[in-house]
Each structure stands twice: as structure tokens, then as C-alpha cells.
């Protein structure tokens, strides 16, 4: 089952249990799906990757031999939860989402 720990980028948004809750729901569906999408082997890379990266799409770019229309399923997955999130996040812990993301990605 998913958890905060999986999740350090949600560690550092000061979210309140309903939140962190709701969080975990989204992130799990995002799992459920990226299972429908990829074959194991592929899994096993995204996997190993986001946990080094801690960045979704990072992780996604390292999955080899992705199909175009695996890459539009993720890509899709990806806005979904992105949208799932904003809904679910105030304002500032998205703009926090965002910076930190950013920070990381340098």
C-alpha cells in the first residue's frame, strides 16, 4: 500500500490528515494505472528510478522501449493526478509542489 515515506516531496507540504489521506487515494489510482500501462520489467525501472529521482516524469523518461501510446497513457495518468492534486492541495502547497520540483530537477 502506498505511504507518505514513498512520497518525500509530500513530507515536505504541511498537509492535514484529510489531505494526506486524499493524497495517498490519488497516488494510488496513479500506481493502479501505471500497473495497466507498463509490463513488469518497465515497472521495475520507473519504480527504481522515482525512487532515486523522486520526480514522476524523470522516472517515466527512464523506462526503456515505451510504446507512443504507453508514453500518451502515462502522460495522461500524469495530467489526471496532477488535476486530482490541485483539487486536493491549497494554492500555496502547490506552488511549494512546484518549487520544490523545480529545485529538484536542477
Do not use: H
Amino acid at each position: 500500500s502506498a505511504n507518505a515515506e514513498e512520497y518525500p516531496l509530500l513530507q515536505e507540504l504541511e498537509l492535514n490528515d484529510d489531505q494526506k489521506e486524499a493524497v495517498r487515494d490519488i497516488f494510488q489510482d496513479f500506481r493502479g494505472e501505471l500497473d495497466d500501462i507498463l509490463t513488469d520489467d518497465q515497472k521495475a525501472q520507473f519504480w527504481a528510478a522515482y525512487r532515486e529521482l523522486q520526480d514522476v516524469r524523470a522516472a517515466g523518461a527512464a523506462i526503456d522501449d515505451l510504446s507512443d501510446s504507453q508514453k500518451e497513457e502515462i502522460r495522461a495518468a500524469m495530467r489526471e493526478t496532477r488535476a486530482d492534486l490541485s483539487e486536493v492541495l491549497t494554492d500555496e502547497q502547490l506552488q511549494e509542489l512546484r518549487t520544490i520540483r523545480q529545485t529538484r530537477r536542477r
